[in-house]
């Protein structure tokens, strides 16, 4: 394992920091005045200014890989350290092309679509014109188990027929949101659980979809993206946008869902990478009991553990990268897990402690840590909640450490 950046993505690396300083940096107050406002459901106006910058500038569509449609597109190691200086800033993925849902929505189009999806869906999703929604939560049940999903897709004719409500439909808030990646059950009788479900794609706006309201997190509205409740009422899809055909929805969720993880882990590093940053310039500058914060025992001890936390996360991050383009997502889906645990749980621990550090500060809006806390409070359910990850990886874990023959003499002395 070779982690060291290649010249490729050392001259990119350089190019995005950079732009960061220029463009990104700079303009956060106003993004947050605009999200701020009465219009704040409308796409915010700095990040349409430097989506052209930003694609002139080469930075745009990086985290596609293997795609003929997107030649700029890195393997997954290469776009680690570039994701992570992305999310140092919330917002700033989008800027760039390279935003969630919308990353993993592409990928899945360009995976599992046909040309006729790719050429409607994915082209102009590559080139920034439209938005995204991906459909898989309901209020209902424990979408934890995905098995649970109860909205029904119905084939009549050439059309499927979907009835169910959706809720944390992240990114069908954005008026240019115009496709959801919906998943429900085609077949509910199947004996195989996992056979039931099926992905299809459904074009926003369509007769029968209601937006029912926003969710907040922790009272955050998250527009103009926001996380929308969905009721779809007799709504009629062609029947060709059904992906990969019937039954396939589980096999296109593991295809999803392992790269879209490993994004929200790289952007946690650079979330927290940002909080310490804050926490050790606010250390130095604040006076209590006549030393500066950071001469008090307990605040460097937290630095240094968050330093610890952080590295030993990107390393773990880098790893599993290593493996996803070595291997494979499906046989790295240990690592997968495992970071998904680790990079959430890091993040909110370091951001709490540089809350600490701001005091009263630290819980307002005025440095962005609130903020940073609830998005990264948030990705310990994003994707999978921690207990369904540990438990992922306690099995296979035991299922490495034991064999057939010793299990079964085991039970043979019992």
């Avoid at 990268?321 to 621990?349: F, H, Q, R, S, Y």
């Amino acid at each position: 394992m070779d982690f060291a950046y290649s010249p490729k993505v050392e001259k990119l690396r350089k190019q995005l920091l950079e732009f960061m300083d220029q463009y990104i940096y700079p303009n956060e107050d106003k993004y947050y005045a605009h999200v701020r406002s009465d219009k704040r459901w409308e796409p915010v106006p700095i990040i349409e200014e430097l989506k052209p910058i930003a694609r002139k500038a080469g930075l745009w569509n990086l985290f596609l890989p293997r795609s003929p449609r997107a030649p700029e597109g890195l393997s997954n190691l290469e776009y680690a350290p570039l994701c992570e200086i992305m999310g140092r800033v919330s917002w700033s993925p989008e800027v760039f092309n390279c935003s969630a849902p919308d990353t993993g929505n592409m990928e899945t189009i360009e995976r599992y679509g046909t040309e006729e999806q790719k050429d409607k869906w994915l082209e102009p999703l590559l080139r920034g014109e439209i938005r995204s929604a991906f459909l898989m939560t309901e209020p209902q049940v424990a979408s934890s188990d995905a098995t649970n999903i109860e909205c029904r897709i119905k084939r009549e004719g050439n059309e499927y027929v979907i009835n169910g409500r959706k809720w944390w439909s992240s990114g069908a808030g954005d008026s240019r949101c115009k496709v959801y990646i919906l998943m429900g059950k085609t077949d509910p009788d199947n004996t195989s659980r996992h056979a039931q479900q099926s992905m299809i794609l459904v074009p926003a706006g369509l007769p029968g979809i209601t937006i029912l309201h926003h969710l907040n997190v922790f009272g955050y509205d998250d527009a103009p993206h926001g996380h929308m409740e969905i009721d779809l009422k007799d709504v009629r899809v062609p029947a060709s946008n059904i992906l990969l055909g019937e039954g396939r929805g589980f096999e296109i969720a593991q295809g999803r869902l392992g790269p879209g993880r490993i994004h929200h882990c790289m952007r946690l590093i650079g979330q927290a990478e940002r909080a310490l940053e804050k926490m050790c310039k606010r250390a130095t500058e604040r006076v209590a009991f006549h030393r500066t914060i950071a001469e008090q025992g307990v605040t460097r001890e937290r630095i240094a553990e968050a330093r610890i936390m952080i590295d030993s996360a990107r390393f773990m991050v880098l790893h599993a990268a290593w493996k996803m383009d070595t291997v494979g997502n499906k046989i790295a889906k240990k690592e997968i897990a495992m970071i998904k645990v680790l990079a959430p749980n890091m993040a909110c621990k370091v951001i709490d402690w540089a809350m600490q550090v701001h005091g009263g500060g630290g819980v307002s809006d005025r440095f962005g840590l609130a903020f940073a806390y609830a998005h990264a409070r948030t990705l310990r359910f994003a994707d999978g909640p921690d207990e369904v990850h540990r438990n992922a990886i306690a099995k296979q874990e035991i299922a490495e450490q034991t064999s057939i023959e010793e299990s079964l003499a085991k039970a043979k002395r019992a």
